[in-house]
């Protein structure tokens, strides 16, 4: 079974400018959560997604924002792009079962610099 | 909020010595308590898990035991090879709120093993 692909692997942006990322989940998982990696801050879950909708959010500005398909695809916007926007953005797919503990299955993630 | 604090290091050790790395973590609710560990340009692997209290996790010659009592979840091994060498995430998942809410992650440790 194939595990969680991310697109781009590597980004290059100017401030200002807005970015589309793209997260495949494994199949048949449900549930797609977004976290932003960064030296200062470390792992920060942005939000995650079930049935195309927006389940759960982290703490994060309105300039981060994201949306699922019908087949469980994610994408995470980021617009007007500022130069702390840099970090490895990974996506991490689960079953989301009703009820007990949910194993998130993580992708190699996307590098994104703001220059 | 729930937050997890650990070594952040770098830790360094020769090849076959024993490893701990510490970490405790504060939550409001009954967490589930993870390792992850994330190899050089990788995203993040589930290295061991435990979902309640007492409960031992193990896998790969690793181990942690979650106590309650201390709010605590160290990892061990016994003898550490080269290929160890990566940086290790603890994490906590609270979903005594409901729903699958985000992992929250410890800054990691960088563990460097030398021949």
């Known amino acids: 079974k194939a595990g969680v692909t991310q697109t781009p692997r590597y980004l290059i942006k100017t401030r200002g400018q807005q970015v589309t990322l793209s997260c495949s989940p494994i199949?048949?998982?449900?549930?797609v959560s977004w976290y932003q990696q960064t030296p200062g801050q470390g792992l920060q879950f942005l939000f995650e997604?079930?049935?195309?909708?927006?389940?759960n959010k982290g703490n994060f500005p309105g300039r981060f924002s994201g949306r699922q398909f019908s087949n469980s695809r994610s994408e995470m916007n980021v617009s007007t792009l500022e130069l702390g926007d840099s970090a490895l953005y990974l996506c991490?797919?689960?079953?989301?079962?009703?009820?007990?503990?949910?194993?998130?299955?993580f992708g190699p993630g996307t590098r994104l610099t703001v220059t | 909020g729930d937050s997890v604090t650990q070594m952040e290091g770098p830790v360094t050790l020769s090849e076959e010595a024993f490893l701990t790395i510490n970490c405790t973590y504060t939550?409001?609710?009954?967490?589930?308590l993870f390792w992850y560990v994330q190899y050089p340009g990788e995203g993040l692997q589930l290295l061991l898990k435990?979902?309640?209290?007492?409960d031992k996790g193990s896998n790969k010659g690793f181990e942690a035991t979650y106590r309650k009592e201390t709010t605590s979840f160290h990892l061990e091994k016994g003898s550490v090879q080269v290929s160890d060498s990566a940086v290790y995430f603890c994490?906590?998942?609270?979903?005594?709120?409901?729903?699958?809410?985000?992992?929250?992650f410890g800054k990691g440790t960088h563990l460097i093993i030398q021949p």
């Open positions: 991490a797919s689960s079953l989301a079962r009703d009820v007990g503990w949910d194993e998130q299955y």
């Open positions: 199949s048949g998982h449900r549930s």
């Open positions: 997604y079930f049935s195309e909708t927006q389940r």
């Open positions: 939550a409001t609710g009954y967490p589930s």
């Open positions: 435990a979902t309640k209290a007492d």
């Open positions: 994490a906590l998942s609270d979903r005594s709120g409901g729903g699958a809410d985000g992992l929250t």
